[in-house]
Nanobody, 127 residues
Framework: QMKLVESGGGLVQPGGSLRLSCVASEITGDYYALSWFRQAPGKAREGVSFISTYEDRTHYADSVKGRFTISRDNAKKTVYLQMNSLKPEDTGIYYC????????????????????WGQGTQVTVSS
C-alpha cells in the first residue's frame, strides 16, 4: 500500500523560505496527481497546490500564487513545494495527498477525491 511521507517543515520568520518534500513509496502507475493541502489552527483544511505526475499541469491557490512553486521528480517519487516570501497566515500543518486517474476529472481542491494522505508536517511562520 502506498505511503506518503512529508518533511521539510519548521519555524521560519516572515519573508523566509522553506521547501517541503513528499516521498511516495510503492507508487503505481494508477496514481496521476498529487496535491498539497494545509490546515491552519481553527480552520478547515484547504488546497494549496496540485501537480500532475504525467503531464505538465499545475494549480495553485490564489493566496500562494507567485510565492509557492510545486515540482516533481518522478525518478525519486518525490514532489516538492518551494515556499518563498512566507507570511504568518501560511502557518499550518501541510499534507500531501495523491489521487488516481479516475478522479482526475474532479476539481483538485475536492479532498475526498484523494486516496492516500501523508501524516503532515508543521510549518510555522513567526517572528
Amino acid at each position: 500500500q502506498m505511503k506518503l511521507v512529508e518533511s521539510g517543515g519548521g519555524l521560519v520568520q516572515p519573508g523566509g523560505s522553506l521547501r517541503l518534500s513528499c516521498v511516495a513509496s510503492e507508487i503505481t502507475g494508477d496514481y496521476y496527481a498529487l496535491s498539497w493541502f494545509r490546515q491552519a489552527p481553527g480552520k478547515a483544511r484547504e488546497g494549496v497546490s496540485f501537480i500532475s505526475t504525467y503531464e505538465d499541469r499545475t494549480h495553485y491557490a490564489d493566496s500562494v500564487k507567485g510565492r509557492f512553486t510545486i515540482s516533481r521528480d518522478n525518478a525519486k517519487k518525490t514532489v516538492y513545494l518551494q515556499m518563498n516570501s512566507l507570511k504568518p497566515e501560511d502557518t499550518g500543518i501541510y499534507y500531501c495527498a495523491v489521487r488516481s486517474r479516475k478522479n482526475n476529472a474532479y476539481n483538485w481542491r475536492h479532498q475526498n477525491t484523494y486516496e492516500n494522505w501523508g501524516q503532515g508536517t508543521q510549518v510555522t511562520v513567526s517572528s
